[in-house]
């Protein structure tokens, strides 16, 4: 037993710090280790790096944020079929709000919302009769 312990011993490799000198020596003929410089334009070469990438993802972001969802997309679309002004469409977004609408196109429908709101208000009035008049 003992005997194989002794064989066990000479198969075992090197100490470890032996294997890392012995690495540490390979490498010497690279030079000798970079200067402050280098460390600093390496470092703000890095810092660049994450803030365009930081700009290339906020402007991702912005974009999808600006997207109109389904339901604002047509509201867009019969806005843009009924030739409505920017005053128009902000009056109509306005009044689904106020509403409480979850689809703002619903009032192209739903002629009593903005039959009632004329009353209030003179650019409802003209909304209604351009849009519902018989």
Do not use: W
Not at 33 to 43: A, E, G, L, R
Not at 46 to 67: D, G, M, P
Not at 87 to 113: T, W
């Amino acid at each position: 037993m003992i005997s194989l312990f002794t064989n066990l011993l000479t198969l075992a490799p090197p100490p470890v710090f032996a294997q890392i000198e012995r690495a540490a020596k390979q490498f010497e003929h690279f030079g000798s280790p970079p200067s402050k410089t280098f460390n600093v334009v390496v470092i703000g070469l890095f810092i660049v790096l994450l803030i365009l990438i930081a700009i290339y993802v906020a402007q991702k972001f912005i974009e999808q944020a600006r997207k109109p969802g389904p339901a604002l997309a047509l509201f867009v679309e019969l806005c843009d079929r009924h030739e409505l002004t920017d005053i128009e469409r902000r009056a109509l977004l306005k009044l689904s709000r106020r509403e409480s609408l979850s689809n703002p196109a619903r009032l192209f429908v739903h002629g009593q919302l903005l039959e009632r709101a004329s009353t209030q208000d003179s650019v409802y009035a003209h909304l209604y009769r351009k849009l519902f008049a018989k």
